[in-house]
């Protein structure tokens, strides 16, 4: 690794960098020496735990480094130790699109459906169970992040957003010291000339409680965990916060990897570590249920002992060309699933039941708790969902009580200690009206929620707009809960249309918003008006649209009034919408305060279309099967599947006999070898330039 350094530590540690710095010449030397060796001790001290030389040392070769640095300007380089603090963002984070959709986990929470999910595991591929091998790792609990490497050296990262698109956090990823700005294989290969590897930032269970401590200190309020903690480090507008928050990284994935000299899992472990990537060790190879079921029982307890959170094992179909035949769905991959750890149990008292109305108008009990510390973090409510489960679980004021996580998130009552009841207990009745807007609440058959009658309920306005703000939805950074119960109480707003109708004095002052802070909300505001179609869908709230079946409907409509103008069997037809998801659109778009809300939004400029005139013309797409593999030099793989299904095509992950096209760049994986084997239409970008018309 210290191959290329000119000169030694010892010689570096005493040498005057004064009498270096009037030649430019001998100080871009001495500069790259430094930086060597200031990168050597950073992988020792952060990735191996094995540090080689003081902190006092280390700091003595940052300071020469800054020296240099600060005569010649023009030797600073990206990959510089210096250079991980940079300066406050000015007008908030912007967007970086992932070179592959970061999925989130199916979990299972007990053996059963574990054994369930490996079943159909073994069924989707054919095979028995001796003939598969499983990698488990530990689940991190910490904020998941992407980070992309170019001819070795750093140069973005980004949270994981909505799966496609993240927030460009590359300042802050960039404080963190275990990820390290310039990759240096320490077997001597070959450095990948693109590479995005996948990993969570986590706060250790020490740092965690000094930071709180600190907070209680100057009368902040604390976290409620560690993940929550890291999180929102990431997200500081000044990176000198994120670094004084000491996080940690640990690498697990990669993004196309079919385009890496490797084929599974556990050799893609072993490439990261060998790239100076800090991994987590506990990684295993296991074939079977039983070799699985043995790696989280020994996790069980023992994970008690290490000095960060983790709630599960993650198992991974361990080869590659396999979890390519698995696929994905919409939101999870098909070859892996997160196996959570029974939560931590605790017993309290329920000090009282109280009613929360939703977006949709459903009432829902919660009770409040003495507070107690479950898995991290203070609780103090928990959701009884609704009368029924309220009732089956005979839950009453005055009870004392078992709870836990569900998930390791939401609280949840596990049971009641009727033993230690007294007589003191008082049963609760959901209430016959609204217990914010005071209008009748009815409870219709068939349903399990009572719900208010009242569409401009305050509590329903509230929670409407919080969604529509949400990262999923409009994604209007800087719009969060708090400002919002604030615009609504000084009636600056009433609905989510009105968002667009604010001005620069009805946010300044709210909530502690000052003049930076309210003009980067207007720019959200404002920029938020560009979402497609699916994002509006799914952020008007439509009762069971979620987001993939606003993406589904999307594919399908070009604009609102398209679908407003649907009747119910063209709905019901599609694949995927069933009855009553048709039946809640008919009802939306009847709904007069619904149509009042978007024509109020098409008024301030919020009117997505999509453009199907290209998309029927494009004979060579409609209906077509194609799969991307390789580095394209004139898209990236998201803005290609885009083209494709725009021009009515569909994209998979995977090569089967179905697959019409593989479309492939630079350097690409074994889909090539499949696309071959199944003779395969295959073409490069410049034939697919040609099948958009471009010349």
């Given amino acids: 690794m210290g191959d290329n350094i000119i000169y030694s530590l010892e010689r570096l540690l005493e040498i005057d960098v004064k009498t270096h710095l009037e030649d430019k010449k001998d100080a871009r030397i001495l500069a790259e020496s430094l930086k060597e060796e200031l990168r050597k001790h950073n992988y020792y001290y952060y990735i191996k735990d094995d540090p080689r030389i003081s902190d006092a040392e280390y700091d003595t070769l940052i300071r020469k480094l800054e020296a240099i640095e600060e005569k010649y300007p023009g030797l600073i380089t990206q990959d510089s130790p210096t250079q991980r603090i940079g300066a406050p963002l000015e007008g908030g984070f912007s967007n970086i699109t992932h070179g592959e959709k970061m999925l989130s986990l199916q979990d299972a929470f007990d053996y059963e459906e574990l054994s369930g999910y490996l079943k159909r595991v073994y069924r989707d591929l054919e095979l028995k169970e001796p003939d598969i091998d499983f990698a488990c790792e530990l689940k991190i609990d910490g904020s998941a992040v992407s980070l992309v490497y170019e001819d070795g050296i750093f140069i973005s990262g980004a949270t994981r957003g909505d799966g496609l698109v993240g927030e460009d956090i590359t300042s802050n990823l ?26 969570e930032v986590y706060l250790s269970k020490k740092e965690f409680e000094r930071i709180n401590e600190r907070r209680e200190e100057n009368g902040l309020q604390v976290f409620a965990n560690p993940r929550n903690a890291a999180a929102g480090s990431l997200r500081q507008i000044d990176p000198r916060k994120t670094a004084s928050r000491n996080l940690n990284v640990f690498l697990y994935g990669a993004a196309n990897t079919d385009a890496l000299p ?8 072993g490439l990261l570590k060998d790239l100076g990537l800090r991994v987590n060790p506990n990684i295993k190879k296991v074939r079977g249920f039983d070799g699985i079921k043995a790696y989280c029982d020994e996790w069980k307890e023992k994970r008690l002992e290490l000095q960060y959170e983790t709630d599960g094992v993650v198992i991974k179909v361990n080869s590659f060309l396999l979890q390519q035949r698995l696929g994905q769905t919409s939101k999870n991959p098909r070859w892996a699933i997160a196996f959570k750890f029974p939560p931590e149990q605790q017993t309290t008292r329920v000090t009282d039941i109280k009613v929360s109305v939703g977006r949709t108008g459903a009432l829902t009990p919660v009770a409040s708790l003495k507070p107690v510390r479950i898995a991290g973090s203070t609780v103090s409510h928990a959701t009884l969902h609704n009368e029924d489960e309220m009732k089956k679980k005979d839950v009453r004021i005055g009870d004392w009580v078992l709870v836990h996580k569900a998930g390791d998130i939401i609280p949840e009552i596990i049971k009641v200690i009727k033993e230690r009841r007294d007589g003191s207990e008082k049963i609760f009745e959901m209430p016959s009206k609204c217990p914010v807007c005071g209008s009748q609440a009815v409870r219709l058959e068939g349903e399990a929620a009572t719900r208010c009658t009242s569409f401009v309920c305050p509590a329903q306005q509230y929670e409407r707009i919080v969604h529509f703000a949400s990262k999923g939805a409009m994604d209007i950074d800087g719009l969060g809960p708090a400002i919002i119960e604030k615009l609504l109480s000084n009636k600056k707003i009433k609905d989510a249309s009105d968002i667009y109708s604010l001005k620069y004095d009805d946010i300044y002052g709210l909530d502690n918003f000052k003049e930076k802070s309210t003009e980067n909300l207007l720019r959200s505001i404002e920029s938020s008006k560009d979402r497609p179609l699916e994002k509006l869908l799914y952020a008007l709230g439509v009762r069971f649209v979620g987001s993939h079946t606003a993406e589904i409907l999307s594919e399908k409509y070009e604009s609102l009034d398209s679908l407003r103008d649907a009747d119910y069997g063209e709905l019901e037809s599609i694949h995927e919408i069933g009855p009553r998801i048709a039946e809640s659109i008919i009802t939306f778009f009847d709904q007069e305060d619904n149509l009042k809300i978007i024509e109020k939004l098409k008024r301030a400029g919020i009117d997505p279309h999509k453009d199907l005139s290209k998309r029927r013309s494009k004979k060579d797409f409609e209906d077509k099967i194609f799969v991307l593999t390789g580095k394209l030099e004139n898209h990236s793989r998201e803005s290609a599947s885009k083209l494709i299904k725009d021009y009515g095509g569909k994209v998979t992950s995977s090569v089967s006999k179905n697959t019409d096209y593989v479309l492939a760049g630079k350097d690409p994986g074994s889909k090539l070898l499949k696309a071959k084997e199944f003779d395969i239409n295959i073409i490069d970008e410049d034939s697919f330039e040609r099948m958009l018309g471009k010349d």
């Fill in 262 to 269: 490797i084929e599974d899992q556990v050799s893609l472990i």
């Fill in 174 to 199: 960039k404080t963190i010291r275990s990820i390290p700005l310039k990759l240096i294989s320490q077997s001597g290969k070959k450095i990948p000339p693109r590479i995005e590897v996948r990993g």
